[in-house]
């Protein structure tokens, strides 16, 4: 385990004797002057685990992205912590729409019907970029319309190049996957903000259950630890993934392996408690979820070797993308109806199953 100490200035240090996932670092800057070595660095991270550390201190894009987010992490504890009151006019959650607020304890995280122990705050990019007609919202977020602005098309333009490498890397006819993700396309790409406050000490459990993202490529800022993926193997056991200071946590979703039938991993992760003297503080964290457009269907694409066949008598599911992300962000609502809690699954069970 590599042991750093540069951990988040006016919080308790992240434990140095606790397992933590071996994920690639990645530099944003390698990326975009397309090294050979880190794209194919890239790719390993694809299809062993689907998730990364990326280095964003080295670009004038990444330092850029750094900024917003300071912001906005101030914007989110500001948001979060209005009265309850104020926060439930913007739960959305019954107009069919996962934008909006969601209470803590408001979906079930396993099947014992545990409840989670987080709540956050959807925003959407068709809304902040006016693709669509803005939704009702608290006056905080009217007021960080032009940062959320900034740093959903900064993070849009990373998810562009990562998609631009792997399409490159599979032998994809150009443009295949980044015309799937358009920015100014209706989709169900957003910013997430989340807090959880600490646990019961005697009851200390998982506050988001163990899943697979929904969409294609996510971009997390912690700055708590919390989260804890499972990596691929039959004698896997769960392991922290340390927040890195000048790092964002990337990893993808469930498109991505549909797309690929499996080469790439959509990996499943969970959210703990913090470790240590982390888990007596309130762990805030902020998203950009990538997703494909609306009416794209989520199936195995054509034109690339790379990509496994499917096998005889596989019939892949026809879903759009709007559908599948409804079906998976509200099918655990317990304020919706009753909950199946395998059909609102994604691919966990194929992520299991393949290279392990």
């Known amino acids: 385990m590599v042991v750093d100490t540069n951990d988040f200035p006016g919080l308790p240090p992240f434990p140095s004797d606790i397992p933590t996932a071996p994920l690639l670092r990645l530099s944003l800057q390698k990326l975009l002057a397309r090294d050979a070595n880190e794209v194919q660095r890239l790719m390993q991270a694809c299809e062993d685990i689907g998730f ?95 940062i959320l602005e900034s740093f959903i098309r900064a993070s849009h333009s990373v998810v562009t190049l990562i998609l631009t490498l792997l399409t490159d890397s599979l032998g994809l006819p150009p443009s295949t996957l980044t015309d799937l993700h358009r920015l100014n396309a209706v989709s169900g790409d957003q910013v997430r903000f989340i807090k959880a406050p600490p646990q019961p000490a005697d009851d200390r459990r998982t506050a988001l259950g ?68 982390q888990a007596d503080c309130t762990r805030y964290s902020l998203v950009y979820f990538s997703r494909p457009e609306d009416d794209v269907i989520l199936k195995r694409l054509e034109g690339s070797d790379r990509i496994p066949e499917l096998e005889p008598g596989d019939v892949e599911e026809e879903v759009k993308s709007k559908d599948w992300i409804i079906r998976r962000a509200l099918g655990r609502r317990t304020n919706l109806a009753e909950i199946d809690f395998e059909k609102s699954a994604g691919t966990e069970q194929l992520s299991r199953r393949i290279k392990v």
Do not use: C
């Open 210 to 277: 163990e899943h697979t993202d929904f969409g294609s490529i996510t971009i997390l800022f912690n700055r708590l630890g919390g989260l804890q993926v499972l990596p691929p193997g039959a004698d896997a056991q769960w392991v922290y993934v340390r927040p890195l200071p000048g790092y964002a946590i990337v990893n993808l979703g469930d498109a991505m392996v549909k797309f690929t039938n499996g080469l790439f991993r959509s990996n499943i992760h969970r959210v703990a408690a913090p470790p240590g003297q």
């Open 52 to 146: 990364f550390y990326l280095n964003l201190e080295g670009s004038e894009e990444g330092r850029g992205i750094l900024d917003d987010a300071d912001k906005l992490f101030q914007t989110g504890e500001n948001l979060l912590n209005l009265s309850l009151e104020e926060k439930l006019q913007y739960d959305f959650s019954s107009q069919n729409s996962y934008y909006g607020y969601k209470a803590q304890g408001a979906a079930v995280v396993d099947r014992q019907g545990n409840l989670d122990r987080n709540e956050f705050y959807n925003v959407s990019k068709n809304d902040i970029l006016g693709v669509t007609p803005p939704l009702p919202a608290p006056e905080i977020l009217h007021q960080a319309r032009s």
